[in-house]
């Protein structure tokens, strides 16, 4: 279990409103991604931190914001959700001391925006 | 170009009986590590695997096995003795490069998903 917590579940939202999923860890590792699933895409990388407020954008970084001021917490935004955002989100750490970057995975957040 | 590539869309396997899921790989560089991950219906995302470009032996993690043949750009996974609970959605994945800096990104495939039939 690498402690990795996502809130909220499950949300409902609107177009053209503000969206904040948070991701918690509890074993205090440097790298953490948040990731968007839909189906036929696979896994997409969003955006990526690698310590305190230092990110990073992946490749589908447009309309999210990420902010990490605590180690143990890595914030994604949605400043205006569209109905292209509707997804599954995933939140993942990598230890730093394995030497591999195995990524370990948070429940998931499911996003439907109406 | 795709990197990670996962032939097949759906598989089927009998019960008890072993299956061999398909990843090939593009990557110019020397160092690089490869994963296998699983999505059961649930949808966690589950690691399973790692192997490293440099590991001489292929990885096995109880009944699941790496088979990495490196000239082919091949990281197959092998599923022994199959289970009712395997089925679910297998990624495989990449991280391309050294374990180094702070590029420590993943390069995923689309997945392929194995039902196992009683």
């Known amino acids: 279990d690498a402690g990795i917590t996502q809130s909220p579940r499950h949300k409902v939202t609107e177009t053209g409103t503000p969206v904040t999923l948070r991701c918690h860890q509890t074993?205090?590792?440097?790298?953490m991604y948040w990731y968007r699933q839909d189906p036929g895409h696979g896994l997409r990388l969003i955006h990526y931190?690698?310590?305190?407020?230092?990110?990073d954008k992946g490749e589908v970084s447009d309309g999210y914001s990420v902010s990490r001021s605590k180690t143990e917490d890595f914030l994604l935004t949605l400043e205006s959700a569209t109905s292209s955002q509707t997804s599954v989100y995933f939140c993942a750490i990598s230890p730093r001391d394995q030497g591999t970057d195995t990524q370990y995975f948070g429940p998931g957040t499911r996003l439907t925006v109406l | 170009a795709q990197k990670i590539t996962q032939t097949q869309p759906g598989m089927f396997v009998q019960e008890k009986e072993a299956v061999t899921l398909d990843c090939t790989y593009d990557?110019?560089?020397?160092?690089?590590?490869l994963f296998w991950y699983k999505q059961p219906s649930s949808g966690e995302m589950i690691f399973l695997i790692y192997?490293?470009?440099?590991d001489e032996q292929n990885a096995t993690e109880g009944r699941y096995s790496l088979n990495f043949q490196k000239a082919r750009k091949s990281a197959n996974l092998v599923i022994s003795a199959s289970q009712l609970g395997d089925s679910a959605m297998y990624f495989c994945a990449m991280r391309e490069g050294r374990s180094a800096g702070n590029n420590r990104k993943l390069i995923w495939g689309l997945g392929t998903s194995l039902a196992v039939n009683p």
């Open positions: 931190s690698y310590g305190v407020k230092d990110t």
């Open positions: 074993e205090n590792h440097r790298y």
């Open positions: 192997q490293g470009s440099y």
């Open positions: 990557t110019s560089d020397q160092s690089y590590g």
